[in-house]
């Protein structure tokens, strides 16, 4: 392998940077994509000349066919997987169970789904709980596409699902048939393994000890560990839970050690590891980042180390793992093997050298972070430290000796530090510290960053350069965080309003925060452990944007499907003044909410303002007291960047009184009222205001059919121009001096 490696025309690293370029062409062609991959090869005309470019063309070559046939054959699977499954194989490892929800992937006519079903009975729910055998199912049930990216910045669960292979969902509704079947393909053995150790341990440890051992010994963390687990995320800690690094070192060097010990050839056991990591992979769910810390221990074992053994690694991981700069964990595990590589602190004692790499990792992660997430945690960088030390050093090692000598006696006793370990973690994160939020970088914007910190690592003793590049590097975090625009959002936050507006000089209003509407009352086991609508939708994107603080919240009326994430906004966000009705005091869950945040509201009146895009906003309703419903709402009218807006929220009757207060008011844009049911938008009112463009926020698939039909003729017959979220996304007027408008979808 040395040899091949010395026999390359350029150094391995280099030839990676332009496999990359090219794999982006391939799998996310843009102008962008297309002109760093242009750029490459004319740069290695001008420095290495037109034999090594000659000579590294082939291998392009071979892979731009290889990408191409990945590319065709994912077009190709996704057009032969059939709308209709009678009969689905049960990948065992992949059950998850949440209340009366169960889902799994399963395989139907050799394709892969990922399946969903509401669980009839709590007998029905113990028995996928603790199955842990090959099943196949014989069903009644729907296939259809995945749900899309439905924000600006948002996920895209569409096409997480394409790069696992993935092209439908289904959705069960009848299990006629269980039966049990056989497994010759060692993936099911490795699958059902996994599975049955998992069941092992979540029946026989108590939590919270069981979801750490399932996490550090397999990679699986259930929907039970998801407070935690959202702990340790806004900690910016999550990734200790990524097996990787010294995890798959311990058992690589442990399995080694044992062999060598016991006499066997180095050679022999070089290729018993090959066996071994194959078999690790599959017991942890072939992650991305264990594949690629398999990977990069045989390559050391071979003695390529450094930039050469990640380079390897990468190439390899083209072949066997296609897809795997295509998610958030393959690009940060493979990020973080980069600078470990890249930098070299050997000259420093121990832990000041752990602790010094940590520090240069996470400011050369920083960039890729905030990409992803956009925000950064000021303790990360200390917590990681101290956490990597107790997850790779005490609590992996512990936790195997525990597991593997539980059939001889199950140790449960230590399930006490475990409750120590989240009580300090929800002791750091009660302290008040919030995460940075800087916002989502543009592409261009990312890649001048990792450039410049690369150069100031380079530089980093000249101190000229070094200012000019802290400099520049401070600059762009500024821009990100404080884009010079103004924008007004209609966020898709599903049946319920939020809508945005920013504008140049920072200033923040937000009108509504969304919810859901509890309808059906549960048994306990039925049960769901689930994320606030506002944490999906809303929240992600305000972060994207760079938002950390609302000055102005507006909640139009009391209804849950406007108010009812209140909570979850205050817990992540800053909020100054909060405007409300009268009307809505009435209600004895806002004014809980209201309470417990501490934020006493300012009670609206007709001609109160909001400062906003150099205009405001005026409350142009209620002008009494109501009681806080649809017809309670608080509407604001104003003119910003030369368009009339009107916000109603979910007003109906009240559009009559409100256009005898106003008989002359002029409308450009229209946000329709009560997510454009047959009761708003009355024709007298559209008459009257005269709006070119209606903006409808409305569930997909609501259950009160939203918006109606005769609202939308409506507006088709005065031909006003609908955009509307069930439909199109999330909807941005955005601009500095004249808005653009754009849709997600």
Same mark, same amino acid.
């Given at each position: 392998?040395l040899?091949?490696? &010395? *026999?390359?025309?350029l #150094?391995p690293i280099?030839?990676?940077?332009l496999?990359?370029?090219l794999?982006f062409?391939?799998?996310?062609?843009?102008?962008?994509?297309? /002109?760093?991959?242009?750029?490459l090869?004319? /740069?290695?005309?001008?420095?290495?000349?037109? &034999?090594v470019c000659?000579?590294i063309l082939?291998i392009? #070559?071979?892979?731009?066919?290889?990408?191409?046939?990945?590319c065709?054959?994912a077009v190709?699977?996704?057009a032969a997987a059939?709308?209709?499954?009678?009969s689905l194989?049960v990948?065992?490892?992949?059950?998850?169970v949440?209340?009366?929800?169960?889902?799994?992937?399963g395989?139907s006519?050799? @394709?892969?789904?990922t399946?969903?079903?509401q669980?009839?009975s709590?007998?029905e729910q113990?028995?996928?709980?603790?199955?842990?055998?090959?099943i196949?199912?014989?069903?009644?049930a729907?296939v259809s596409?995945?749900?899309?990216q439905?924000n600006f910045?948002?996920?895209?669960?569409?096409?997480?699902?394409?790069?696992?292979?993935?092209?439908?969902?289904?959705?069960?509704?009848?299990i006629?048939k269980?039966?049990q079947r056989?497994?010759w393909?060692p993936?099911d053995?490795l699958?059902?393994?996994?599975?049955?150790?998992?069941?092992?341990?979540?029946?026989?440890f108590?939590s919270?000890?069981r979801h750490?051992?399932?996490?550090?010994?397999?990679?699986?963390?259930?929907?039970e560990f998801d407070q935690?687990s959202d702990?340790?995320?806004?900690l910016g800690?999550?990734?200790?839970?990524?097996?990787?690094?010294?995890?798959?070192?311990?058992?690589?060097?442990q399995f080694?050690s044992?062999?060598?010990?016991? =006499?066997?050839?180095k050679?022999i056991?070089d290729w018993l590891q090959?066996?071994?990591?194959?078999?690790?992979a599959?017991l942890?769910g072939f992650?991305?980042s264990v594949?690629r810390s398999l990977?990069?221990?045989?390559? #050391?074992?071979?003695?390529?180390?450094?930039?050469?053994?990640i380079a390897?690694?990468i190439?390899l991981?083209? /072949?066997?793992?296609?897809?795997?700069?295509?998610t958030?964990g393959?690009?940060l595990?493979?990020?973080y093997?980069?600078?470990?590589?890249?930098?070299?602190?050997?000259d420093?004692g121990?832990?000041?050298?752990?602790l010094?790499?940590s520090?240069?990792?996470?400011?050369?992660i920083l960039p890729?972070?905030i990409?992803y997430?956009y925000?950064f945690h000021?303790l990360s960088i200390?917590?990681?430290?101290?956490?990597s030390f107790?997850?790779d050093?005490?609590? /992996?090692?512990g936790?195997s000796?525990?597991f593997?000598f539980?059939?001889?006696?199950?140790l449960t006793?230590?399930?006490?530090?475990?409750v120590?370990?989240e009580?300090?973690i929800?002791?750091v994160a009660?302290l008040?510290?919030?995460p940075w939020i800087f916002?989502k970088?543009t592409?261009?914007c990312?890649?001048?960053?990792?450039?410049?910190?690369l150069?100031l @690592?380079d530089l980093?003793?000249?101190p000229?350069?070094?200012?000019l590049?802290?400099s520049?590097?401070?600059l762009?975090?500024?821009i990100i965080k404080?884009p010079v625009?103004?924008?007004?959002t209609v966020?898709d936050?599903?049946?319920?309003?939020s809508?945005?507006?920013?504008?140049?000089?920072?200033?923040?209003v937000?009108?509504?925060?969304?919810?859901?509407?509890?309808v059906v009352s549960k048994?306990p086991?039925?049960e769901r452990?689930?994320?606030a609508?506002a944490?999906r939708?809303l929240i992600?994107y305000?972060?994207?944007?760079?938002?950390a603080?609302i000055d102005?919240?507006?909640?139009?009326h009391a209804? #849950?499907? @406007?108010v009812?994430d209140?909570?979850?906004?205050?817990r992540?966000?800053?909020?100054? $003044?909060i405007y409300?009705s009268?009307?809505s005091?009435t209600? *004895?869950?806002l004014?809980?909410?209201?309470?417990?945040?501490?934020k006493?509201?300012?009670?609206?009146k007709?001609?109160d303002t909001i400062?906003?895009?150099?205009?405001f906003?005026?409350?142009?309703?209620p $002008?009494?007291?109501?009681? =806080?419903g649809n017809?309670?709402?608080v509407?604001l009218y104003g003119?910003l960047l030369q368009?009339?807006f009107?916000?109603t929220?979910?007003?109906?009757d009240?559009e009559l009184?409100l256009?005898?207060?106003?008989p002359?008011?002029?409308?450009?844009v229209?946000k329709?009222?009560?997510?454009?049911s047959?009761?708003s938008?009355?024709p007298?009112f559209?008459d009257a205001?005269?709006?070119?463009i209606a903006?409808?926020?409305?569930?997909?698939?609501n259950r009160?059919e939203?918006?109606h039909?005769?609202a939308l003729?409506?507006?088709?017959?005065?031909?006003?121009?609908?955009?509307?979220t069930?439909?199109q996304?999330a909807i941005?007027?955005r601009?500095?001096?004249?808005w653009?408008?754009e849709?997600?979808r």
């Amino acid at each position: 392998m040395l040899q091949l490696i &010395k *026999k390359l025309p350029l #150094a391995p690293i280099h030839l990676v940077v332009l496999l990359l370029s090219l794999y982006f062409v391939m799998y996310r062609l843009s102008v962008l994509s297309g /002109l760093i991959l242009v750029g490459l090869m004319a /740069l290695l005309w001008v420095r290495q000349g037109k &034999k090594v470019c000659c000579q590294i063309l082939p291998i392009l #070559a071979c892979f731009f066919l290889f990408f191409g046939f990945q590319c065709v054959k994912a077009v190709l699977d996704e057009a032969a997987a059939p709308t209709k499954v009678s009969s689905l194989t049960v990948k065992p490892d992949s059950i998850q169970v949440n209340g009366d929800s169960l889902s799994f992937r399963g395989i139907s006519s050799g @394709h892969l789904y990922t399946v969903f079903y509401q669980l009839k009975s709590q007998e029905e729910q113990r028995y996928f709980k603790s199955l842990s055998s090959l099943i196949r199912l014989e069903v009644e049930a729907v296939v259809s596409e995945p749900e899309g990216q439905r924000n600006f910045n948002g996920f895209d669960y569409r096409d997480y699902l394409r790069t696992q292979g993935i092209y439908k969902t289904v959705k069960i509704s009848k299990i006629e048939k269980i039966e049990q079947r056989g497994a010759w393909n060692p993936l099911d053995w490795l699958s059902l393994v996994r599975r049955k150790a998992l069941v092992y341990i979540k029946e026989q440890f108590p939590s919270p000890m069981r979801h750490y051992m399932t996490g550090l010994l397999f990679g699986d963390l259930d929907k039970e560990f998801d407070q935690m687990s959202d702990l340790y995320s806004s900690l910016g800690i999550i990734h200790l839970f990524a097996l990787s690094g010294m995890q798959v070192g311990f058992f690589v060097d442990q399995f080694r050690s044992l062999f060598l010990r016991l =006499g066997v050839r180095k050679e022999i056991v070089d290729w018993l590891q090959v066996l071994f990591s194959f078999i690790y992979a599959g017991l942890t769910g072939f992650s991305v980042s264990v594949n690629r810390s398999l990977l990069q221990k045989m390559f #050391a074992n071979m003695g390529i180390t450094k930039l050469d053994n990640i380079a390897c690694t990468i190439i390899l991981s083209f /072949l066997v793992m296609p897809h795997f700069l295509l998610t958030t964990g393959g690009v940060l595990s493979f990020a973080y093997a980069f600078l470990l590589a890249v930098f070299d602190f050997e000259d420093l004692g121990h832990y000041k050298r752990i602790l010094v790499e940590s520090v240069a990792i996470s400011v050369g992660i920083l960039p890729l972070f905030i990409y992803y997430f956009y925000s950064f945690h000021p303790l990360s960088i200390l917590l990681t430290f101290f956490f990597s030390f107790l997850f790779d050093v005490v609590l /992996l090692p512990g936790l195997s000796f525990v597991f593997l000598f539980s059939p001889l006696a199950k140790l449960t006793q230590v399930n006490f530090l475990f409750v120590w370990l989240e009580s300090c973690i929800q002791w750091v994160a009660g302290l008040g510290l919030k995460p940075w939020i800087f916002g989502k970088p543009t592409a261009v914007c990312l890649l001048v960053l990792l450039a410049v910190l690369l150069l100031l @690592h380079d530089l980093y003793q000249n101190p000229k350069w070094c200012i000019l590049l802290i400099s520049l590097v401070a600059l762009l975090f500024f821009i990100i965080k404080y884009p010079v625009e103004n924008e007004v959002t209609v966020v898709d936050v599903g049946q319920g309003d939020s809508i945005f507006l920013r504008d140049v000089r920072g200033r923040t209003v937000l009108i509504d925060v969304g919810g859901k509407v509890n309808v059906v009352s549960k048994e306990p086991w039925q049960e769901r452990a689930s994320q606030a609508n506002a944490e999906r939708t809303l929240i992600p994107y305000l972060r994207s944007r760079g938002v950390a603080r609302i000055d102005y919240l507006v909640l139009t009326h009391a209804h #849950a499907d @406007h108010v009812g994430d209140l909570m979850e906004l205050a817990r992540e966000m800053d909020i100054g $003044n909060i405007y409300i009705s009268e009307g809505s005091t009435t209600s *004895k869950d806002l004014t809980e909410m209201l309470q417990t945040i501490k934020k006493p509201p300012h009670l609206v009146k007709v001609g109160d303002t909001i400062p906003i895009c150099d205009g405001f906003l005026r409350v142009l309703y209620p $002008n009494h007291k109501g009681n =806080g419903g649809n017809n309670d709402s608080v509407v604001l009218y104003g003119e910003l960047l030369q368009i009339r807006f009107l916000f109603t929220g979910d007003l109906e009757d009240g559009e009559l009184e409100l256009i005898k207060r106003y008989p002359r008011l002029s409308v450009d844009v229209l946000k329709a009222g009560h997510h454009g049911s047959r009761g708003s938008s009355y024709p007298e009112f559209l008459d009257a205001i005269s709006p070119r463009i209606a903006l409808i926020s409305a569930g997909k698939h609501n259950r009160y059919e939203h918006p109606h039909q005769e609202a939308l003729q409506r507006f088709q017959e005065r031909q006003i121009q609908v955009f509307r979220t069930d439909e199109q996304g999330a909807i941005r007027f955005r601009g500095w001096k004249k808005w653009k408008i754009e849709t997600v979808r």
